[in-house]
Every structure is written in structure tokens, then in C-alpha cells.
């Protein structure tokens, strides 16, 4: 299980370690408000799991010889039977196994690469062998009761976390030890804490660090074929960019990373130009090499800023001046764009490329924020209005947009048509689940050769910050989300897409151009 643990917890070899636990205990220490700390727990796996119950009794008994005591049985009382749940001391007994080093048959020595530093714990084999095969074969091997250890420094300064998981089936660490912690568990093969670390690192993305920790996530999920991590780490990015771009941690994001994130489309930020003094910033900080930089500029999709902008960048913008030939072609584009219509553009180019595709832009241009109090009471609508299109040719025409928020299913059967003030009043139906629905309020002839695709976003609180929960799209042929808000329980007032029971949507309509299918003569 995963939890966020309220008291400090430093563990080191030797008498710190109980004394550490004995201030879990009685909670007489104030976390430190850095300090953000999760305990993985398995201890109450590990006794109650029927897979390993013979190592357990083999445990039990080790503690009973050593530390006194014994774990009571079953007490059968008529024709029923009443556990008594002692586990916890035995996790107990078996912390102060490892700290007091009674009994111990093994001198495991800890040696930090490329230094002369030295971790000397004392350790029982029957845990090693019990907890990692890769212990036992070690053991098996040694010609002494000294075991030598090289870890690269990062490892070392967790090894004995990583020991005291062995013993006790939990472990508490921050940010920045999940890494090495993990690297320790994929070497010595204990995969429920590997599996348990995944977890955490995919549910901890948005936990506030100095300096940022998904990028290194990211890079490390890369590294070792994680590719469900690296996706959650991905998603994170591109979900939250627009403040990620604000945080120190954009810039160590990798060149490969770079380009992964500006292919997407999925981006949530301000604006395109948001995007580009962004990448601006990132190049002249960590200097790439030339076909980077050129790779990442043409990345950009110029045909969403707008012309005032674009002439701005051109006599401003160092990076532009420096490689404006790699980029000419399509500022010349963006330029042909914004200066006619999007019909007769398609004419002559092919607007389904990702030059003329929005990415998920916040300004108002785009779109609207709309927070719904107390969602599960009764249907809500809201209305707002978008640019009908980000070229200079549309930038003066508005398309009014209606959309309905009901908590509970509404079938196509029963749906009303619009009443006289232009807004949905749809017949309302028992259980179901929420939907939403947005459509134009008018139809135009402007509209032609265009289709628009919804984007809602719905933003939830996690680990005391504002991010975003899930993005959803539905296209003008569905002008509803299928599978909007299919996992969430709204009842709950704890519920993780709630903030103050609250829902934080933001709406998003997207116009995409169609090619024009021109007759042969």
C-alpha cells in the first residue's frame, strides 16, 4: 500500500534504526515540511500471504530463539475461531533483529564505487535467501562471513532501506530515493518492491519537488524498457505543460524527450507561442546540436500563432535569425494562412498535416473554463464562445457554443431539442452516469470545409496541487464524450476528479480543415 507517512523516519545501521522506529511508533518527531515521504508496507502481506507462510514460520521461530516471545495461535471457541493478530510484532522483533545484530551469520560490506567509503551491516542469510534469490546464490558462493558489495553511490546511500525492506516488508523514502531504490530491487530481484515502486512513481508525478523529478522518471523508464512508466510520465508532460515549462525542470528535459513532446498534439499550454519562447529558452540554455535545434524549430506549428506574432519572431527572436533558413518554408505557409480562406487554402495545400492542427490551447480564443458546483445535483449548461478559426482570415468571427453537463445518462430518445432561449433541456432519467455535450448554437455557412473536435479537460488536486486529471475528445460527427468521466464516482466528496466538491472542467473547440477533393477534367 501506498501512504504518505507523518513523521520522520531516517534510518541508518545500528541503533538508529530501532530508535527510528520507535519514533514511528509514539510519533514524537514533526515531519519536516520538504521532507515528503511515502512508506511502501508489504509486512502484513508477508504474514498473511499463503505463498510464503513457511518463510515466516521459519522467521517466527528465528525471533522466538532470539528476541523471546512467541506469536499466539488460533483460539478455537466452540465451533468458531477467533485470530489473534500479532504481525506486527513480529515486524517489530524483526527490525530490532537487523539493528541489534543478534544472531547474525553474515558481515555485509557496502562499498561505494570510485571511493574508499564502507557500509558494514550484520545479516541473517536465512532473510537474504528467503527475500532474493540472488542473495541466495551469493551466499552460496562466499568463501567467508564477509560478503563484499559495489554499489554505485546513489544505491549505496539506500542500501540500508533497501536491507530494512528485507526484514520488515516496508520502507519509507522520498522523491528522489525511488531511482536507486528501484535499481537495488531490479538487481537483487526482490520484485515486490520493484512492482511497488512503479506504483509509487507513477502515482507520485505531480508531488512537488524542487527541481522536478518526472523528467529523471521518464529518462530512467526509457532506460530500463518501462514503457507503461515512461507513458504515465509522457501523458504527465504533455497534460500539464504549460506549467512544467514555468518550472526548473524543463530545463533538463533531453534532446529525444524534446521532440517527443513537440510531435504531440495532446499538449495542454497558453498558446502555441507559449511553446516556442519555451523551446527558445531551452536552446540557448543547453545548446543542442545544430539538427536538433533545426528538427525542433520545424516542430512548431507556426500556422497557430498569430501573423502579428510572426513578424515579431522573425526580427526579434535571436533563434529565428539564426536559423531562419531551416524554418522559411513554414513561415511562408503560416503566412499564406492566415492571409486567406481555409476553402481556398485547400485548394492548393494539404491542411491535414500537423502545421494547421491545433494543440490543446487555453486562451480564451479557444475555449472556456467552467467550474460546476455540487455536480451530482442537477444538469447544468453554460455557454461561451471560440474564434471560428485560427487564421487572420477568421481572427473577427465568433461561433457561439452551448454545452450541457447532466450527472446522469441521457439517451438520444429522450434528449429535447433546443427551447427558444437556444439552450438544452433534456428529459431527465434516473441512475446512469455524467455526460456532456456541446454544440453550436447557429450553423454557418462559414463552417464549410471545417469540422470542430471538443476537448475537455478535467482538472483534480493531487498531492496539494492543481493538475490535470483527464483530457477527453469527441469530434463533430459525436457531439458528446462516450467515456466522459466513466471511472468517476461524483457521490464522493473525497472523490480524486472533485476539488471541494467541485468539478474544474475546460472546454476547448479545435477546427480542423479538410482537403478539397478537386474532379479530374
Known amino acids: 500500500m501506498l501512504s504518505d507517512v507523518p513523521t520522520s523516519y531516517i534510518k541508518s545501521v545500528g541503533q538508529g534504526a530501532w530508535a527510528a522506529h520507535t519514533e514511528r511508533e509514539i510519533g514524537v518527531k514533526k515531519r519536516h515540511p520538504e521532507e515528503r515521504r511515502t512508506t511502501l508496507n508489504t509486512g502484513r502481506d508477508m504474514v498473511n500471504s499463503g505463498r510464503i507462510v513457511p518463510a515466516v514460520f521459519c522467521l517466527a521461530n528465528l525471533c522466538f530463539a532470539l528476541c523471546g516471545g512467541a506469536l499466539k495461535p488460533d483460539v478455537v471457541l466452540e465451533n468458531s475461531a477467533t485470530t489473534l493478530n500479532h504481525s506486527m510484532v513480529l515486524v517489530q522483533r524483526m527490525e530490532a533483529l537487523l539493528t541489534q545484530g543478534n544472531g547474525s551469520d553474515v558481515s555485509l560490506r557496502v562499498q561505494t564505487v570510485n571511493t574508499d567509503e564502507v557500509k558494514v551491516m550484520q545479516v541473517h542469510s536465512l532473510v537474504l535467501t528467503l527475500q532474493s534469490d540472488v542473495f541466495e546464490e551469493l551466499l552460496q558462493t562466499r568463501n567467508s562471513t564477509a560478503m563484499v558489495l559495489r554499489e554505485t553511490p546513489d544505491c549505496a546511500a539506500v542500501f540500508d532501506k533497501f536491507i530494512r525492506y528485507l526484514y520488515c516488508g516496508d520502507i519509507t523514502l522520498r522523491l528522489n530515493q525511488a531511482i536507486p531504490l528501484h535499481k537495488l530491487a531490479s538487481k537483487y530481484h526482490v520484485w515486490d518492491l520493484q512492482q511497488g515502486l512503479t506504483q509509487y512513481m507513477a502515482q507520485h508525478l505531480s508531488s512537488d519537488s524542487p527541481t522536478g523529478h518526472v523528467v529523471a522518471w521518464y529518462q530512467y523508464a526509457t532506460q530500463i524498457g518501462d514503457v507503461s512508466l515512461q507513458n504515465s510520465c509522457l501523458q504527465y508532460l504533455s497534460w500539464n505543460l504549460s506549467s512544467v515549462l514555468q518550472s526548473a525542470e524543463w530545463s533538463s528535459v533531453s534532446p529525444e524527450l524534446m521532440l517527443s513532446l513537440l510531435q504531440r498534439s495532446d499538449l495542454v499550454?497558453?498558446?502555441?507561442?507559449?511553446?516556442?519562447?519555451?523551446?527558445?529558452?531551452?536552446?540557448?540554455?543547453?545548446?543542442?546540436?545544430?539538427?536538433?535545434?533545426?528538427?525542433?524549430?520545424?516542430?512548431?506549428?507556426?500556422?497557430?500563432?498569430?501573423?502579428?506574432?510572426?513578424?515579431?519572431?522573425?526580427?526579434?527572436?535571436?533563434?529565428?535569425?539564426?536559423?531562419?533558413?531551416?524554418?522559411?518554408?513554414?513561415?511562408?505557409?503560416?503566412?499564406?494562412?492566415?492571409?486567406a480562406s481555409p476553402v481556398q487554402l485547400a485548394k492548393y495545400f494539404d491542411v491535414n498535416c500537423s502545421l494547421f492542427t491545433p494543440r490543446?490551447?487555453?486562451?480564451?480564443?479557444?475555449?472556456?473554463?467552467?467550474?460546476?458546483?455540487?455536480?451530482?445535483?442537477?444538469?447544468?449548461?453554460?455557454?461561451?464562445?471560440?474564434?471560428?478559426?485560427?487564421?487572420?482570415?477568421?481572427?473577427?468571427?465568433?461561433?457561439?457554443?452551448?454545452?450541457?453537463?447532466?450527472?446522469?445518462?441521457?439517451?438520444?430518445?429522450?434528449?429535447?431539442?433546443?427551447?427558444?432561449?437556444?439552450?438544452?433541456?433534456?428529459?431527465?432519467?434516473?441512475?446512469?452516469?455524467?455526460?456532456?455535450?456541446?454544440?453550436?448554437?447557429?450553423?454557418?455557412?462559414?463552417?464549410?470545409?471545417?469540422?470542430?473536435?471538443?476537448?475537455?479537460?478535467?482538472?483534480?488536486?493531487?498531492?496539494?496541487?492543481?493538475?490535470?486529471?483527464?483530457?477527453?475528445?469527441?469530434?463533430?460527427?459525436?457531439?458528446?464524450?462516450?467515456?466522459?468521466?466513466?471511472?468517476?464516482?461524483?457521490?464522493?466528496?473525497?472523490?480524486?476528479?472533485?476539488?471541494?466538491?467541485?468539478?474544474?472542467?475546460?472546454?476547448?473547440?479545435?477546427?480542423?480543415?479538410h482537403s478539397l477533393i478537386v474532379a479530374k477534367k
Open 269 to 339: 499550454l497558453q498558446s502555441e507561442l507559449e511553446l516556442y519562447e519555451a523551446l527558445e529558452a531551452w536552446i540557448n540554455q543547453n545548446q543542442p546540436s545544430s539538427e536538433t535545434a533545426e528538427n525542433a524549430l520545424k516542430a512548431i506549428r507556426y500556422a497557430m500563432i498569430p501573423p502579428q506574432h510572426l513578424f515579431h519572431l522573425q526580427k526579434k527572436s535571436s533563434l529565428m535569425l539564426k536559423y531562419y533558413e531551416s524554418v522559411r518554408d513554414l513561415l511562408f505557409l503560416a503566412f499564406q494562412f492566415h492571409s
Open 360 to 513: 490543446n490551447y487555453l486562451s480564451t480564443a479557444w475555449g472556456a473554463p467552467w467550474v460546476i458546483n455540487n455536480p451530482t445535483r442537477d444538469d447544468r449548461s453554460f455557454s461561451f464562445q471560440t474564434q471560428l478559426g485560427p487564421s487572420g482570415y477568421d481572427a473577427s468571427k465568433r461561433v457561439t457554443w452551448n454545452a450541457l453537463f447532466s450527472p446522469r445518462w441521457l439517451p438520444l430518445s429522450v434528449r429535447s431539442a433546443y427551447t427558444e432561449q437556444g439552450s438544452l433541456q433534456p428529459t431527465r432519467t434516473d441512475g446512469g452516469r455524467p455526460r456532456i455535450i456541446v454544440t453550436p448554437a447557429t450553423s454557418s455557412p462559414d463552417f464549410a470545409g471545417v469540422s470542430f473536435q471538443k476537448t475537455v479537460i478535467v482538472s483534480a488536486r493531487k498531492q496539494g496541487k492543481v493538475v490535470v486529471r483527464h483530457v477527453y475528445n469527441f469530434h463533430q460527427s459525436t457531439e458528446e464524450a462516450g467515456d466522459f468521466l466513466l471511472e468517476a464516482d461524483l457521490q464522493r466528496r473525497a472523490s480524486e476528479y472533485l476539488i471541494d466538491s467541485s468539478l474544474y472542467l475546460h472546454i476547448i473547440v479545435k477546427p480542423l480543415y
